[in-house]
């Protein structure tokens, strides 16, 4: 249901700690980031807060690589994380514009369903392990584990999230002309320590998914071709504004293929 | 809440989540940056925040207590019109005007941050600026003459096609 609010409350930690205490007391509030989705949707009436918490001071943005893995504050912003290795760095260069990724945060983007959401895909890929808190405690999972239950809502908040950084990665997104700056579909592919590579798409499926079939097929001996072919098997093609579920189905595999030639697979 | 713009202090009253485009336009009646898309993706609300260029549309007000902003209005005056202001009159790179604010506050913070006469730098410094008359050939070109730092002339119009000028005053067409 679509409702306006007046003025909202909104908090400003500054601490991880003060940052949970203020996101999962009740009544639970919304978290405010860098506000690229959440101040057009206030401003619309299409989001009704009653209490917001803004992160900005809370200091959950760092960026820290130690002992091979790397940790990203969920309030980092997008042009932060624009410079790490593929397939995060490209991923988030391609999100948006300067002025756009100067604000929104990389958590942000993961809080957010398709056609956002564009990180969800090199996260799944990498195996990154979130962390957020909600009213019943500190929990850790992948992005599925995070969307399965139930994902950002009034009361949760993402913290940050981490994983091995990989031999390689790659990222290859489907490029629109200039008005449209959504991405309708994306393959990262990630080549882990002792040659394991996983391969994960967003635009393939309503949300993120891992293309475990193509992953198989490389594994047991195939050829680049094989796993692209395959990987339709893995994607539930859909229509939206972005792309037809007939041309995602056309062009996955020719992204598949440019991301694990990219990776040099 | 406390915000400096256009170098005068300024309280605001709005709610805590107000955009920053609401505030400068219907608290401070500050019309420069536009309500185009109200989304972020058009460019023309953009204004400065302590010197960087932000979509207003996008910022609440709760994040910019005792920040400074600058919109279009305090870049200039009629009578001593910054540098880009200058460049886009004299390149003519103003059709309906809707984007242009936005595009001088874009375009001022890529030339303070040092930004050369390089096309494809300017094009990522103004990526995401829809302009819907121009064709962007004329914005971009002011934007290289004032990062060359090019004598700029308001009374007479830059050619794109030959680089020659023809006096506005004459009528003139190239």
Redesign the interface.
Known sequence: MTSTVGAAAVSMPSSEAEAVAAVTEQPYATVLAGGTLLVPQHTLGQVAVERAVWLGRAEIDGISRSNGRMTVGAAAPLAACAGLDAPVGPCSANIGDNEVKAQATIGGNICSPAPYGDLRGPLLALGAILRWADPGGAHTGDVADFVAAGGARPGVLLLDMAFEVPEAGSFVALRRHHTQSLTALAVSAVRHTGGTVTIAATGAAPDACRLRTAETVLADGGSIADAAAASVSDADPYDDALASAAYRRRVLPVYVGRALEQLGA | MELTVNSVSRTVRS?????L??VLREELDITSPKAGC????C?AC?VLVDG????S????L??LDGSEVVTVEGLGTPEDLSRVQQAFIHHYAAQCGFCSDGMVV?ATAYINGGGSDDAGAIR??L????CRCTGYVKILEAVAAAARGDELDTGTTASSANNTYVKISEGGQT
Request: glycine content about 14%; proline content about 7%.
């Open positions: 709610a805590p989540l107000t955009s485009l609401t109200e989304s972020g993706g460019g953009t960087q260029p932000r979509r549309c996008l910022t609440a709760c994040t874009a990522e410094a990526a995401g600026h829809f």
